[in-house]
């Protein structure tokens, strides 16, 4: 009895492993896209001024942790952006599912925010799968390798407190950026948090596909 | 049994009152993953800004009801913010008729508390954590009312 509760848990331990991380881990290549700005424009990281990397953020409209981070995502497009890493948000929301991250609504909240970066809409939902994103806000620091290519250095949260700014203490994305801007692994390179899951039409029946698989 | 009865009494004369909830850090929850007898806690993790969590609700609301006379405990840690208690969690529970015991988690640094709930946890909710002294079952995503009651059962 007791074994097959360990084996049990071993799979279930397992298996929650592989379901919270699906897509790219750090080291990995990371694709390029192409998605509708707010600008009214589509754009791709390639089309970016002169860069040594990407500070890409699947955040949202709605999400209570995506507007606790808004005005520090602004400053630190504001500090890293002239260091080669400028901040590229995309909204990974279904519309239909949560209408208040429609396309309208970003233009609205860029505008009345002063977005300084892309605000990308992923409207086919088909590039936030590809990184691995699980909710809002979840960042994906990219570092350019030698031949170019976009490499994945650290994935997770920007600081230890979605709720006040000013009681940061840990700042996991910035340690990263200056970690790789100076050449280093960033450490620790993949943090957690507590965040909006990203909303999808299907999210019901794949969900039950996970209920089934868990049983057996 | 008698102390039962009087509860319920008195709970059914308190309706109108407001539920309280416990607000604590993780320090302060983190004895709650780790009592060692042989009832089989229950805690999942959820807000009500989380679609799916309040989707998965009466899945948990029904074993409540269904696993009574057994050592079940149930329990909901809310991971809302604190300012929207008062405007958001409570009328909620107050509006589904919310029975199990809810606690409201305010640990802002996920990163460091996440993986002592459960190693594999991505900190996405809706999750379940299933434990006693028989063993621990974790589960991130929607859970439906079977896959609830196999763990439950196993832990029994």
């Known amino acids: 009895m007791i074994k097959n ?12 492993m592989i379901q919270a991380q699906p897509g790219y881990k ?3 290549k990371a694709k390029d896209f192409r998605l509708l700005n707010v600008d009214g424009k589509y754009y791709s990281l390639k089309d970016l001024p002169e860069h040594k ?6 955040t949202c409209n709605h999400c209570p942790y995506s507007i606790a981070y808004e005005d520090r995502i602004i400053d630190l497009h504001k500090k890293y952006a002239p260091k080669g890493f400028p901040v590229v948000a995309i909204n990974p929301n279904d519309s239909i599912v949560q209408p208040q991250d429609s396309y309208s609504a970003m233009k609205v909240r860029a505008s009345e925010k ?3 970066f892309l605000y990308l809409l992923d409207d086919k939902q088909k590039v936030y799968p590809v990184y691995g994103a699980t909710r809002t806000p979840h960042v994906y620091l990219l570092s350019k390798d030698k031949k170019g290519a976009y490499r994945v250095a ?6 230890d407190n979605y709720k006040d700014a000013a009681a940061v203490q840990v700042r996991y994305l910035e340690n990263a950026l200056e970690a790789v801007m100076q050449g280093r692994v960033a450490d620790p390179s993949t943090t957690r948090a507590i965040g909006c899951t990203i909303k999808t039409q299907t999210a019901g029946k794949a969900k039950g596909k996970e209920n089934k698989k868990s049983k057996g | 049994m008698m102390l039962g009865a009087l509860l319920m009494v008195n709970a059914q004369t308190m309706q109108e009152a407001d539920p309280v909830i416990e607000i604590v850090d993780f320090d302060t929850f983190e004895p709650y993953l780790q009592i ?3 009832t089989v806690r229950v805690l999942n993790f ?13 899945v948990f609301l029904e074993a409540h009801e269904m696993f009574q006379e057994r050592p079940v405990k149930i329990s909901l840690i809310n991971l809302d913010f604190p300012n929207h208690l008062e405007t958001r969690v409570i009328p909620f529970i107050k509006a589904r008729n919310i029975k199990p015991e809810v606690v409201m988690l305010d640990d802002p640094d996920g990163n460091r508390w996440i993986p002592k709930v459960d190693q594999g946890w991505s900190g996405a909710i809706p999750a379940t954590l299933v434990y006693s002294n028989k063993g621990r079952l974790f589960r991130e995503g929607m859970i439906d009312e079977k896959v609830l009651h196999d763990m439950i059962r196993k832990l029994l």
């Open chain 1, 26 to 28: 750090v080291g990995d």
């Open chain 1, 5 to 16: 509760i360990l084996s049990l848990s071993a799979f279930i331990f397992l298996f929650s």
């Open chain 1, 154 to 159: 650290y994935i997770g949260v920007i600081d």
């Open chain 1, 53 to 58: 990397g990407v500070i890409l953020i699947f």
């Open chain 1, 114 to 116: 002063g977005f300084p």
């Open chain 2, 46 to 58: 959820w807000a009500t800004w989380c679609i799916p969590c309040v989707k998965e609700l009466p």
């Open chain 2, 36 to 38: 060692q007898d042989d």
